[in-house]
């Protein structure tokens, strides 16, 4: 019978050595207990902002220049 492989930390597998001990650091600061916690409040901060927001779908919106006053015809 075949043993089974030990555990395998696949945050520390993944990360490059100066990212996974930049994630120690933060989940240290933060008192983030896990790797997974901390790599989600990561992404999270990453993707959303400090705000909270992505910006919104630029769909329809036009590329000519804005104007600020009334349109004057030639």
Known sequence: MTRRAEFR???KTRLRDRAYDALQLYK???GIESDSA??????EQHLLGAVGT???TIAGVSDDLGQS???VVA
């Open 69 to 71: 006053g009334p349109r």
């Open 54 to 56: 992505l910006p919104v």
């Open 38 to 43: 901390a790599l989600a409040r990561v992404a």
């Open 9 to 11: 930390n696949e945050v």
């Open 28 to 30: 240290q600061v933060n």
